[in-house]
Nanobody
Framework: QVQVVESGGGLVQTGGSLRLSCAASGTIFSLNAMGWYRQGPGPQRELVARINSAGSTKYADSVKGRFTISMDNAKNTVYLQADSLKPDDTDVYFC?????????????????WGQGTLVTVSS
């Protein structure tokens, strides 16, 4: 079984910074990519940033230049450094891991989600 656990959310003032962490653990055979999403106003979670095991990154336009995603492959951990935070960044941030379970090869890579961590930016 594979677990995905986020940490690092909290309350910060406009212009401040937070660092979110997300660790995947358990019976991991292979980890392809990890990413951060936020709930947003609609029914679908929106991508914030994503990184693959080769280090390629993708960012939402709204966070480019302010957020930086990085991954420690040895620790199966992804980080999101969020700087110059704005009230519009207030949301629940979810981590997703594209992972192959050692005990479940037949499923191939599946996307597993954490429980989310709340980020609140006060004006």
């Amino acid at each position: 079984q594979v677990q995905v656990v986020e940490s690092g959310g909290g309350l910060v003032q406009t212009g401040g910074s937070l660092r979110l962490s997300c660790a995947a653990s358990g019976t991991i055979f292979s980890l392809n990519a990890m990413g951060w999403y936020r709930q947003g106003p609609g029914p679908q979670r929106e991508l914030v940033a994503r990184i693959n095991s080769a280090g390629s990154t993708k960012y939402a336009d709204s966070v480019k230049g302010r957020f930086t995603i990085s991954m420690d492959n040895a620790k199966n951990t992804v980080y999101l450094q969020a700087d110059s935070l704005k009230p519009d960044d207030t949301d629940v941030y979810f981590c997703a891991a594209d992972v192959m379970d050692l005990n479940d090869f037949e499923r191939g890579f599946v996307e597993l989600w954490g429980q989310g961590t709340l980020v609140t930016v006060s004006s």
